[in-house]
């Protein structure tokens, strides 16, 4: 996947890298003719000093015949006869040069850059070593160069930094969206964001409304739906109930088993259907009655218990650490019913389901084990989802308890789980939560 925060700090990267490398090579450059242009000064400076000397003073200029080794400039004076009086090193070339100003070149040994006056009474030659000259330029122009070229990383770091700040306004407002609750329908805050994203994060809000708009449709068309087959199911139930009373052949009873079935099956769905779209109606209001938290599990068991014995499954109940604990005793019940209805359906036959319960002064645990075939890992962040069905799928289900479960659980503050066992087959759901105050 494509990052954008790469994208951009490469790009800087290799901007800051081509300007750098431009600006250190350029400034290299002026540095360096900045540097011989101000050696032609100097030594055109020395040369114009020495010009105003007296020419008789001839005593003081040989005594500076002898070459001094600190010192880079040599300086030769001829008198008007084009004989050499002074020079600050006699194994260089004493030969008078003929015009005035700069030259280069080679006075026996190496090569030189030298500054000529030629004057009536006297010649003068002021030169400093062409090598000298270049090492110093370049020495000169490296100290400007390099501090450019160590700018370079510091700036890229300065930029890897301010654009992490600026993603991270980025990151805050995913972070909103990721976290957000699936019933969460509100528009994202433009606070701190930057303002080439606000268009962004105005479609993501105009997105979201159609979202819900649709959504809140598709919520009253389920309810709606399940209103209007409620009353011909119903009706159906009871004339299947009269066919009883005029049907003679065992055929005939057989058929209207599994018409029966169909009718249950479909009884089932509307009232699921039903369920789901009261708790999609923006918070149905928390059922007021209490109940002990022991009462209300064998108040599971006993309604359970049919099922449980045409299914070859035993229920096993673990007594509560205490049992004082109150609960809202309606969505408490059917809550439970869920969960250990499903852990009946995907027993297998003499299995044992088990039920445990532990509460204290302010919460409460129930866990409710089965030795199924459990789920596949993949697929368990699925289980909350509306009709979704775990395999295999041996027996007739809506798909939508667990979902109806989840939106009890999430009215009251209370969390639900489905996990694989750790220790042998089978699942185990969890329901752990604050009591209820009286």
């Known amino acids: 996947m494509k990052s954008l925060r790469h994208t951009i700090l490469f790009w800087m990267a290799l901007l800051l890298f081509v300007v750098g490398a431009i600006s250190a090579a350029v400034t290299y450059e002026y540095v360096k003719d900045e540097t011989q242009s101000s050696f032609d000064l ?10 105003h000397e007296t020419v008789n003073n001839t005593a003081s200029r040989e005594a500076l015949g002898a070459p001094d080794p600190d010192n880079l400039f040599l300086i030769q004076i001829w008198n008007s006869k084009g004989e050499l009086i002074r020079t600050s090193d006699k194994t260089v070339s004493a030969i008078a040069p ?10 026996g040994k190496s090569d030189w850059r030298s500054y000529n006056i030629v004057g009536a009474d006297q010649v003068i030659r002021v030169s400093l070593p062409l090598d000298e000259r270049n090492e110093q330029a370049s020495t000169a122009a490296l100290q400007i160069a390099i501090p450019i070229v160590i700018i370079i990383p510091l700036s890229w770091l300065v930029w890897s930094l301010l ?5 991270g306004d980025l990151d805050k407002a995913s972070a909103q969206v990721r976290n957000r609750k699936i019933d969460d329908h509100s528009q994202l805050p433009l606070d701190n964001v930057p303002r080439e994203i606000i268009p962004f994060v105005e479609s993501i809000n ?20 399940a209103h209007e087959l409620r009353t011909p199911l119903s009706a159906l139930t009871i004339q299947l109930g009269n066919l009883k009373t005029v049907l003679r052949t065992k055929e005939q009873y057989q058929r209207l088993a599994a018409a029966e079935g169909g009718s249950q099956r479909a009884n089932q769905l509307v009232s699921r259907l039903l369920q789901m779209a009261r708790h999609d109606s923006n ?7 209490l109940g002990n938290l022991d009462e209300l599990l064998n108040s599971v068991m006993t309604s359970l218990e049919p099922q449980s014995r045409a299914s070859s499954v035993s229920l ?19 809550v439970c019913e869920i969960l250990l209805d499903n852990a009946i359906r995907y027993s297998p036959a003499n299995s044992i389901v088990g039920i445990a319960s532990k509460s204290d002064a302010q919460s409460f645990e129930v866990q409710i084990t089965d030795s199924g075939a459990g789920i ?24 939508l308890g667990l ?15 489905l996990n694989n066992r750790e220790t042998g087959a089978g699942i185990e759901a969890k329901i752990t939560g604050k009591l209820t105050t009286p």
């Open 42 to 51: 100097e030594i055109k400076q020395i040369a114009q000093f020495l010009q």
């Open 98 to 107: 003929l015009a005035t100003g700069l030259t280069t070149q080679n006075l």
């Open 163 to 167: 654009i992490d700040r600026i993603m």
């Open 206 to 225: 105009g997105h979201v409304a159609r979202v819900q708009a649709q959504a809140e449709k598709q919520k009253q068309f389920l309810a709606d739906a």
């Open 283 to 289: 918070a149905p209001a928390p059922d007021l009655k």
């Open 316 to 334: 096993h109940k673990t007594a509560s650490l205490k049992n004082d604990a109150s609960l809202p005793a309606a969505d408490f019940i059917q």
């Open 376 to 399: 596949d890992p993949a697929k368990l962040s699925l289980v909350f989802d509306r009709f979704y069905r775990a395999e295999p799928h041996k027996s007739q289900g809506t798909g």
């Open 403 to 417: 979902s109806i479960a989840k939106a009890i659980c999430a009215n009251h503050g209370w969390n639900i789980s």
